[in-house]
């Protein structure tokens, strides 16, 4: 269910070095990306708000702005707690494998031992989950424990927990409060402040690797937050980019660049004039009209039992 709640596409567009967050201080030069544990520079600009909407389950959302906000900041403080028992087991494990060649064995029984008091991400997660024992549901989610595995280890399990990415997140609400998006490069809108005894900008004490520009960071993020009750889809925005003319007379003629078939025709639409009218909606359309029911749309008196 939980990776359900993940919109198709999310973790590829996350994973690419077009969403990838950069620091601070590459504003003005470019775009620094960690990934597997090197920062890099990229020629991309940081002038949109990279963020994770989520969407919140029936019952939880459509409060007032304060209660939404207090919503988004529990599911937070739950995602951190899960992150931070994810990280000791961690750390108890690779004590616990030098006594054992098996870490998975290693990994169960620490597990039990602690009696399961708090969950890790790890835990909670199907994907990664060591609780289940059915062999077909491992075999089916042997392709992408990897992946999952490897993100959490390297992003919230990580000694580090990502906590740079949660000191420096934001949270704008949804229309209708049913939902929010965690900002997650909230200082692209000039929250860098300067620091008088150090006399050094926030972004220079910036740590890459335990934020959000570690793709590994943003993707267990996404796994955590699909694992809490409140959550039901949990999806990255993406860039809106507008296209030039020039493409877009291909994309339109022929989805093939540069092939444009009108215009070798000669069909250009030179010297032609275009005009568009709209009658409005017939409310008598039986598309619109049902004669049960006392509603009437111009009045504003809603009848709900009425199918249009």
């Not at 702005?65 to 951190?80: F, K, L």
């Not at 059915?134 to 000694?159: K, Q, T």
């Not at 949660?166 to 229309?175: A, V």
């Not at 997650?184 to 972004?203: A, C, F, I, K």
């Amino acid at each position: 269910l939980d990776m359900m709640k993940i919109s198709l596409g999310t973790i590829d567009e996350v994973s690419s070095d077009r969403w990838a967050i950069p620091t601070p201080s590459s504003r003005s030069r470019g775009l620094a990306i960690m990934q597997n544990g090197t920062l890099s520079e990229d020629d991309f600009s940081n002038e949109w708000d990279r963020s994770i909407m989520v969407g919140l389950a029936p019952g939880i959302g459509g409060r007032s702005d304060g209660e939404c906000e207090a919503i988004a900041s529990t599911i937070i403080a739950d995602v951190r707690s899960m992150a931070g028992e994810g990280s000791r087991r961690r750390r108890r494990r690779l004590k616990e494998t030098t006594a054992t060649s098996n870490l998975r064995r290693a990994r169960i029984e620490v597990e039990q031992e602690d009696g399961l008091k708090v969950m890790s991400v790890s835990d909670a997660f199907s994907a990664t989950s060591t609780l289940s024992t059915s062999p077909s549901r491992r075999h089916l989610l042997s392709s992408a424990e990897d992946l999952w595995s490897r993100a959490l280890e390297r992003g919230l399990e990580s000694n580090h927990m990502c906590a740079t990415m949660f000191n420096e997140l934001d949270i704008r609400l949804r229309y209708g409060n049913k939902g929010f998006e965690y900002i997650l490069n909230p200082y692209n809108r000039g929250n860098t402040e300067s620091n008088s005894d150090t006399d050094q900008s926030t972004s220079t004490l910036y740590d890459a690797e335990s934020s959000a520009s570690n793709t590994d960071c943003v993707i267990s993020f996404i796994a955590a937050l699909s694992t809490h009750p409140y959550v039901v889809t949990v999806e990255s925005n993406g860039e809106i980019l507008s296209d030039s003319n020039s493409n877009a007379q291909w994309i339109t003629q022929s989805a093939q660049r540069g092939f444009r078939p009108f215009f070798d025709a000669g069909i250009t639409g030179a010297g032609e004039v275009v005009s568009v009218s709209d009658s409005g909606v017939d409310h008598r359309s039986c598309f619109f009209a049902d004669s049960r029911g006392s509603g009437d749309i111009f009045n504003g008196k809603w009848d709900f039992s009425r199918r249009k």
